[in-house]
């Protein structure tokens, strides 16, 4: 079973933030915070990770909080092409890459309006 | 850079056939995980290969069986199709030694069993 609790849709005005919230409250130490997007019709695509601190890329932001118990994706400017379900995964990376199969939830289906 | 192809794109087949799914992973990858999607669903992990062996499997009966070739790309097999296995099959590959990093997932395979 999943690990993580998301909102099954949220709306966000185009050129505002997206805020996608995520509870992973039995989260372990070693594990990390993974989001993932699938836009209709496609595989699923990486967005960003991180264990503890905040983390920041070309697509998005991940703050975690300090107890490590939630986590929230930031999209800084929303456009139609965000459009998509976003799943949030937690994952142990101790075990090396090859074997850290990624469950996935039911996700967030973001609704960007014009 | 190619990214993960899969083939074909779209598949009917009728109960109780067999289905064969193929995946180049993309270049680099060494790894290679297959994932069920059902219709409004998450995707479902299948089973991961890694040095032409399966590494790791999810909670799919025998009728599922795979193989990685030495090239790395990879065959999704399953026997006795049931309509229940309608869904979007992906492939998503990964390299070992990057630890924590995320995978590259495939368009998918649609399957339609009738």
């Known amino acids: 079973d999943a690990k993580t609790t998301q909102p099954p849709s949220m709306d966000c005005a185009e050129g505002r933030a997206a805020n996608l919230p995520c509870n992973h409250s039995?989260?372990?130490?070693?594990?990390?915070v993974y989001w993932y997007r699938q836009i209709h019709s496609q595989g699923p695509q990486y967005i960003i990770h991180?264990?503890?601190n905040n983390e920041t890329n070309e697509m998005a932001s991940l703050i975690i909080t300090e107890d490590r118990k939630s986590s929230t994706l930031i999209l800084p400017h929303a456009t139609l092409r965000d459009t998509a379900v976003y799943y949030c995964?937690?994952?142990?990376?101790?075990?090396?890459?090859?074997?850290?199969?990624?469950?996935f939830g039911t996700g967030t289906l973001l609704a960007v309006q014009p | 850079d190619a990214g993960v192809t899969q083939s074909p794109t779209h598949l009917i087949k009728t109960r109780g056939q067999q289905v064969t799914l193929r995946c180049s992973p993309k270049?680099?990858?060494?790894?290679v995980s297959w994932y069920q999607q059902a219709l409004g669903q998450g995707p479902q992990f299948i089973f991961q290969?890694?040095?032409?062996?399966?590494?790791q499997r999810g909670n799919f009966p025998d009728r599922f069986s795979g193989h990685q070739f030495p090239n790395y790309s990879s065959e999704l097999n399953v026997n006795a199709l049931l309509l229940g296995d309608s869904a979007l099959y992906l492939c998503?590959?990964?390299?070992?030694?990057?630890?924590?990093?995320?995978?590259?997932f495939g368009s998918g395979t649609r399957l339609t069993v009738v």
């Open positions: 998503a590959s990964s390299f070992i030694g990057q630890g924590s990093y995320g995978y590259t």
């Open positions: 039995t989260i372990s130490g070693n594990e990390y």
């Open positions: 991180g264990l503890k």
């Open positions: 995964i937690v994952r142990d990376a101790l075990l090396g890459g090859a074997t850290n199969k990624l469950i």
């Open positions: 270049s680099g990858h060494d790894t």
């Open positions: 290969y890694y040095e032409e062996e399966e590494r």
